[in-house]
């Protein structure tokens, strides 16, 4: 049963400490999505790729966020430095036949 | 205006009720709809997709209606197990999926 994996589940981390996730899509999947959701706003998007390459990174805030897909099996999204407001759960999803999204299960981040 | 709207509930029924969820999109020029289901700290999974013609699976049923841009959820005979967060989404401009914030539904015995 293929599935999208994320690392760590969990980070707790200190204000101004850098932050990394990654993901791993379904092999063969070539697009990839970055959401991050709070109980406020949502499941927002933060950016997305298509054969590595980033296509839109438009809902990522560009000074301390970035996102990186350095080879077909990893996505990454960075943040450096981070804020409490920051914290969310930040889930990576990869797209199938149909536009059909799967979602890892997220990394759930809290910024102290 | 958000471009995909739905009302937060939550919606609590007992065991067995009928209910449906509406939501509405702002972009007429879209063409994929789905239905995705959120559990408690979980991520969001499919339910289904939705056609232009309606779809049925087994107790769920979606259907889509463009003129008033507009798709419905409606599940019959509920079990508790169908309590969940219910997520519209909708394919904006490009590829790009953008979700509803969700409807919560609770099933009570």
């Known amino acids: 049963d293929a599935r999208v994996t994320q690392t760590p589940r969990h980070k707790v981390t200190e204000m101004g400490q850098e932050v990394t996730m990654r993901c791993q899509p379904i092999l063969g999947h070539n697009t990839v999505f970055w959401y991050r959701q709070t109980m406020m706003q949502g499941l927002e998007l933060l950016a997305y790729f298509r054969n590595r390459a980033p296509l839109d990174d438009s809902g990522m805030p560009k000074d301390r966020f970035s996102a990186e897909m350095p080879d077909a099996t990893l996505a990454t999204l960075k943040i450096q430095p981070s804020e409490p407001r920051d914290s969310a759960v930040y889930f990576c999803?990869?797209?199938?036949?149909?536009?059909?999204?799967?979602f890892g299960p997220g990394t759930r981040l809290t910024v102290l | 205006r958000k471009e995909v709207e739905q009302d937060p509930g939550p919606f609590n029924v007992p065991e067995g009720a009928t209910v449906a969820f509406n939501c509405t999109y702002s972009n007429s020029a879209s063409q994929s709809f789905f239905w995705y289901r959120q559990d408690c700290r979980k991520e969001p999974k499919l339910l289904m997709s939705v056609y232009s013609s309606g779809n049925e699976d087994g107790r769920f049923t979606a259907q889509l209606n463009r003129a008033s841009q507009y798709i419905s959820l409606l599940i019959r005979d509920s079990k508790l197990s169908d309590s969940a967060t219910y997520l519209c989404v909708v394919n904006g401009l490009t590829d790009k999926l953008i979700f509803g914030t969700g409807t919560r539904l609770q099933v009570f015995p």
């Open positions: 999803a990869s797209v199938g036949v149909a536009d059909t999204q799967y």
